[in-house]
């Protein structure tokens, strides 16, 4: 059985004992303001080889590396760009990750060999507090099987890792509900990598222009920027996106059928669910949603599509990916 301790806040006695499991090479499952995550000590390559062997994480995925402040982040790079500091200043605490050339202290796993490494300063009082009693950077992937839906409660992370954790701290449900916006810094031009809960317009309010990255890659593919395999955040339940208002579904097995802002008629037999027409609503209850339907069976979903515009970005790439088909 995986053990799961309820943390109240920074302060909780639960904390000094998952940085001692952290400090002994362990992992730490624990909630940050976007989802859950899985840590371990992000300078010790055998700790955070557990992460992908819990994961089963191909080698080729880099893993961000959790800081309590700027300076923590800016001794684990070997360049540290003007547009940082103005970007932490903004930003941080908060969910936003930064992929800046490596220093020579990150270990070569964190990193998938390559050059850079991904640095978030989470905002969730008991990540902060976690990462203070560790001491130390905690590599953190979402707790997740790889591929899967990522974590916002507890329970998701006990049902997808199970005993491959030392310790759940659960700190209740996360609030953004989708992972950090990640921004690459490393070369000539900021490069949204992922889409997330801070939209671009506030990144370029700051940066000027920056690019966005549409070039997802295939599974088996070398890629050409780490993570950004087509097929990701997927349900059990097969997940199909159709046009607003549709509302035509037909076909055999339990089916749930997800509409924004209007529910059309639907037969009798299909489970209709209406969504708000507002994106942080949404994004703070997406991967609940899609957890609660495989738990009940479904086994198909089929959802309208999201609304266009930059508020639903990062909710238009997370189901997108979601309902993209296994290329195996
Ligand atoms: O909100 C979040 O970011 C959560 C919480 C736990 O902090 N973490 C998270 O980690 O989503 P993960 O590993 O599930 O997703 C991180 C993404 C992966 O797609 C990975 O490929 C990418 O970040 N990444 C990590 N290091 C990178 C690097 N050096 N260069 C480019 N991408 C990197
Ligand atoms: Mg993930």
Redesign the pocket.
């Known amino acids: 059985m995986t053990r799961v301790l309820p943390v109240t806040g920074p302060g909780h006695p639960a904390i000094r004992e998952a940085a001692s499991i952290l400090a002994a090479g362990g992992l730490v499952a624990f909630p ?1 303001e ?4 899985l840590g371990a000590d992000g300078l010790n390559p055998g700790a955070v080889a557990r992460i992908y062997a819990a994961k089963g994480r191909p080698a080729t ?4 590396l ?1 800081v309590d402040s700027p300076a923590s982040a800016r001794a684990l790079t070997s360049r540290w760009p003007a547009e940082a500091t103005a970007l932490v200043e903004r930003f941080w605490p908060g ?1 936003l ?1 930064l ?1 800046l050339p490596a220093s020579e202290q990150v270990p070569a796993i964190v ?2 060999g ?1 050059p ?3 640095l ?1 300063c ?1 905002a969730h009082g008991i990540a902060q507090a976690l990462i203070q009693a560790a001491g130390r950077p905690l590599a ?4 997740n099987r790889s591929q899967h839906l ?1 974590p916002t409660l507890a329970e998701h992370v006990a049902s997808s890792l199970g005993a491959a954790v030392d310790l759940i701290l659960d700190g209740g449900p996360t609030e953004a509900g989708l ?2 916006t ?1 921004l ?1 810094l490393s070369g000539a031009q900021p490069r949204l ?2 889409p ?1 809960p801070i939209a671009p317009t506030e990144l370029a309010a700051l940066l000027g222009e920056v690019e966005l990255w549409e070039g997802a890659v295939k599974q088996g593919e070398i890629q050409a ?4 395999a087509e097929r990701h955040y997927a349900p059990r339940a097969s997940l199909e996106l159709v046009a607003p208002g549709s509302g035509q579904v037909a076909g055999p097995g339990p089916i749930a059928y997800v509409a924004f802002g209007h529910l059309p008629p639907l037969p009798e037999s299909i489970h209709g669910i209406l969504l708000p027409l507002d994106a942080e609503a949404v994004g703070t209850r997406l991967f609940a949603l899609l957890h609660e339907l495989d738990d009940a069976g479904f086994d198909r979903v089929v959802m309208e599509r999201p609304p266009e515009g930059e508020a639903w970005m990062a909710i238009r790439d997370r189901l997108r990916r979601a309902s993209a088909k296994d290329s195996e």
């Open positions: 940050t976007t989802v859950y995550g995925n880099p893993v961000i959790h969910p990750t992929v990193r998938a390559g850079t490494v991904a978030r989470p953190a992937p979402s707790a990522s992972e950090s990640i690459d990598l992922r997330g920027a780490p993570g950004m």
